[in-house]
């Protein structure tokens, strides 16, 4: 059985969970199956039927956008890890739409 490790970022869509446990001999199949039962992360991880432009999928340590993609096998004790891009700010839709703009430090500032 493969290992999916969610990220902290997608947890309230995996009902918390920081693994799951999937059976599939691709990618594809693999998150198929966890998609079926977390129907929300299936939705932050998907776009259009393939791996959403934010979302980073890794498979023995290797990005699969340069091996086979969604068809990239998945050997049966593999460890399949979701991360999401993060750079500079954050996205709405990766907060849950719970993102605010960021606060000016508070005191003095550094002359530094």
């Known amino acids: 059985m493969t290992t999916v490790r969610i990220p902290p970022t997608l947890r309230p ?62 050997a049966d004790d593999a460890t399949l890890i979701l991360l999401p891009a993060m750079a500079g700010g954050t996205l709405a839709s990766l907060a849950g739409g719970a993102s605010r703009p960021a606060e000016p430090a508070s005191g003095t500032a550094s002359t530094r």
């Not at 999937?22 to 992360?41: I, K, M, N, Q, W």
């Not at 990005?63 to 096998?73: C, N, V």
């Open 13 to 74: 869509d995996a009902e918390g969970q920081r693994e799951i446990a999937a059976e599939g001999s691709t990618v594809r199949e693999v998150l198929d199956e966890v998609g079926e039962r977390f129907p929300r992360l299936r939705a932050r991880i998907f776009e259009n039927g393939n791996i959403a432009a934010f979302v980073n999928v890794y498979v023995g340590g290797e990005d699969i956008r340069t091996q086979d993609g969604l068809e990239t096998p998945v």
